[in-house]
């Protein structure tokens, strides 16, 4: 307890600081993969041949060992937080493509056919019947990428570029549990803490008139 | 209004779903397509819309080639209704009845008033516009997937067996309730089913098709009194040529004139006594100017003697009732398909005339069976 108190006195300015660059860094990542797993995913449902194919490479990607990606982008980015962000936001891709993909693919064709009767044009039918019908999945992907994100991002800091990470190698290096703990605790901590945030932006997205479908089912 | 030219549909191998249909659709008329399963009348109808693009031949609204529109507006022109009714479970019902408005780029305020405006079409409580499809039953979900289709006004509505998922009773109402709106409205309709019974009840005219091809173009009368061939008389069914028989058409020629009446305000001792001395066990219920109020029957009074005294204070009032106008066929099937003993017949005034009962239909029959056999023995 004594040290802790020590700890936090001598280095609470500066923890405070790397858990901010510790959850910017995993939130931009996740952003970019949301701007690019989203339309992606929606774009395979319309080529269900080639999807499969697309869907096995990218889950070839995710397998990489995580240290090795971001080792490989070293030499193209340099060091720094740009390297990390990148590489991290390559793991997050799979998670929101996948879910995308289901969701989409899985609405009701007789809607489908309801809104194109209608006469919805391409875009209509994906703002106003897709998108609602799949968003509780597609949030279910995000909240899922991002909780990996936060404990991947521990690694970033083997590249430079900071975060919460940096403590827990400076600890394994120097032999100082307590500064393995201060990484380790309050990434933990923020993990718990997003995924619940995201939890009620899952909630809040989903359409009222779902809501209140999947309570009444 | 709306016109085929030798359509057909050819599907790849060879496979021809529609062949060669030429049919020519009059402004408000109701059509009915019906056939067996896989006998393409779901294909041709959406053709209509460009949900299935035709391989040959031409479709024409109004002498515009349906091909040389853009799709995506040609539909927003068409209503379309579908079976599964394909309400948006995450929009409420104003914002589902308003979608193709909305689509249209209409006013919010339009949109607002138009929606309103349909469902008190449907008799449903305004309330109902901010409430979502879930909440509705399957009858009512049905009534909004069709004010859904009347929203922007099409002259044309496509319907794809819309009242199939429903239950037999709910149907009959909706299949009723429609028929009038659309006469009101004067729509052009295009409906697809497999059912009989709903064919010769909605249609103006029915055209039977087999295996891609029509087989029997007609009015319900027409078909019913004179199939083309073996295929339509077996589609139609032995009972229901039975049922049309041409020389009774409506139910104020079947019906007994003198129903046995009592008013609201005799006490039910009386109205035991009436039915005692006419042997029946129902009694309807006029006022004065023998408008029909609701009924009483044995059973009630048995439940409710000991605790009320005036007719008036048990009366039945949700009775089913028809006009004396109405087609004896369409009361013969609310009477089956309700299980009904019997129906009051009414004039334009509410005013009882008389009654249908399930003797009197044991009466046609007699007569179509009876009279069978004497044309036999004419004819040998």
Known sequence: MQSIIEFLNENGGELLLKTWEHLYISLIAVLLGIIVAVPLGIALTRIPKMAEVIMRIVSTIQTFPSLAILAFFVPILGVGKVPAIVALFFYSVLPILRNTYTGVKDVDKSFLEAGRGMGMNSWEIIRHVEIPFAIPIIMAGIRLSTVYLIGWATLASFIGAGGLGSYIFDGLNLYLPEFIIAGAIPSMIMAVVVDQVFARIERWVTPKGMRMKQQAA | MLKFENVTKMYKKGVKAVNDISLSVKEGEFIVFIGPSGCGKTTTMKMINRLI????????????????????????????????????????????????????????????????????????????????????????????????????????????????????????????????????????????????????????????????????????????????NEFVEEFIGKDRLVQAKPNVQTVEQIMNANPITITADRPIKEAIQIMKHHRVDTLLV???????????????????????????????????????????????????????????????????????????????????????????????
């Open chain 2, 53 to 228: 693009e035709p391989t040959e031949g031409k479709i024409s609204i109004n002498g515009e080639n349906i091909l040389d529109k853009d799709p995506v507006k040609l539909r927003r022109e068409i209503g379309y209704v579908i079976q599964q009714i394909g309400l948006f479970p995450h929009m409420t019902i104003e914002e589902n009845i308003s979608l193709v408005p909305r689509l249209l780029k209409w006013s919010e305020a339009d949109r607002k008033n138009r929606a309103a405006e349909l469902l008190k079409l449907v008799h449903m409580d305004p309330s109902y516009l901010k409430r979502y499809p879930h909440e509705l039953s399957g009858g009512q979900q049905q009534r909004i997937g069709v004010l859904r289709a009347l929203a922007a006004e099409p002259p044309l509505i496509l319907m794809d067996e819309p009242f199939g998922a429903l239950d037999p009773i709910t149907r009959d109402g909706l299949q009723e309730e429609f028929k009038k709106l659309q006469k009101s409205l004067g729509k052009t309709i295009v409906f697809v089913t497999h059912d009989m019974d709903e064919a010769i009840k909605l249609a103006d005219r029915i055209v039977i098709l087999k295996d891609g091809a029509i087989v029997q173009v007609g009015t319900p009368d027409e078909i019913l009194r004179e199939p083309a």
């Open chain 2, 286 to 380: 006029v006022d004065d100017s023998r408008v029909l109020k609701g009924y009483i029957d044995v059973e009630i009074i048995d439940h409710t003697f000991k605790k009320s005294t005036y007719v008036g204070d048990i009366i039945k009032s949700d009775i089913f009732k028809v006009k004396r106008d109405t087609l004896v066929r369409d009361t013969i099937h609310s009477i089956l398909k309700r299980g009904i003993k019997n129906v009051p017949i009414i004039n334009e005034k509410d005013q009882l005339v008389g009654i249908v009962t399930r003797a009197s239909l044991v009466d046609i029959v007699y007569d179509t069976i009876w009279g069978e056999e004497e044309s036999l023995a004419k004819t040998i």
